[in-house]
């Protein structure tokens, strides 16, 4: 198993389907929906007309405690003001998604891979390509998933391992998960 590690100061998502509800009552920060966007980029080009904002060169975005990194992005609006984020990232560094989950302690989801895409409207996050996902209470790992493709359904609490089209039997294991005991993290909380 290789661990991946933050490569930058700034932390700005078949054979085998592994799919594990979360007992957490937990949820992404409500106040998030309310707050601007911040974008970053060496360039970006805006159609203010069809709310389509298309960013080039280290990518970050933040809204709220959201904080999205990565190579090259594509950023919709929808007329309710819902955000849809697809960002990717390159050979030498990752896309990454960070945000607080609403609640008394200092929780967060942080994921990585090659795509991160993350629909505002539905909560549902997607991490593509060699793909990361971790739940952290009080910078204490809790959960952590690794596949190829993850799916987090923030609504739901529902994660999502999935392996490739192509994947093989003898190339199994191809998804992993570390979960931490519902009650004592719930009673820790």
């Not at 990518?59 to 933040?62: R, S």
């Given at each position: 198993?290789r661990?991946?590690?933050?490569q930058q100061?700034?932390?700005?998502l078949g054979?085998?389907?592994?799919?594990?509800y979360?007992a957490?009552p937990?949820?992404?920060?409500?106040?998030?929906?309310?707050?601007?966007?911040?974008?970053e980029?060496?360039?970006?080009s805006v159609?203010?007309?069809?709310?389509i904002?298309?960013l080039?060169?280290q990518?970050?975005?933040?809204k709220?405690?959201?904080?999205?990194?990565g190579?090259?992005g594509?950023i919709t609006?929808d007329?309710q003001?819902?955000e849809?984020v697809?960002?990717i990232?390159?050979?030498n560094?990752?896309?990454?998604f960070?945000?607080r989950r609403?609640?008394p302690?200092d929780e967060f989801?942080?994921g990585?891979?090659?795509q991160?895409?993350y629909?505002?409207?539905?909560?549902?996050?997607t991490?593509?390509?060699?793909a990361?996902l971790?739940?952290?209470?009080?910078?204490?790992?809790?959960?952590?998933l690794?596949g190829?493709?993850?799916e987090?359904?923030?609504?739901k609490q529902y994660?999502?391992v999935?392996?490739?089209k192509?994947?093989?039997?003898?190339?199994?294991?191809?998804?992993r998960a570390i979960l931490s005991?519902?009650?004592?993290?719930?009673l820790e909380k």
């Open positions: 198993m661990i991946i590690h933050w100061a700034r932390i700005l054979f085998l389907v592994l799919g594990l979360i957490s937990a949820h992404a920060e409500k106040a998030d929906q309310d707050k601007p966007v911040i974008l980029a060496e360039k970006v159609n203010d007309v069809k709310q904002y298309d080039n060169g990518v970050l975005l933040i709220g405690s959201i904080i999205v990194t190579e090259d594509h609006v007329p003001g819902y849809f697809d960002v990232g390159n050979p560094e990752v896309a990454s960070r945000q609403e609640g302690a989801m942080q990585r891979g090659a991160v895409t629909d505002a409207k539905t909560e549902f996050l991490i593509t390509g060699d990361s971790k739940r952290l209470l009080n910078m204490q790992m809790l959960d952590q690794k190829w493709k993850i987090y359904d923030d609504v994660y999502r999935i392996p490739p192509d994947a093989k039997p003898e190339d199994l294991p191809l998804a005991p519902r009650r004592k993290a719930t």
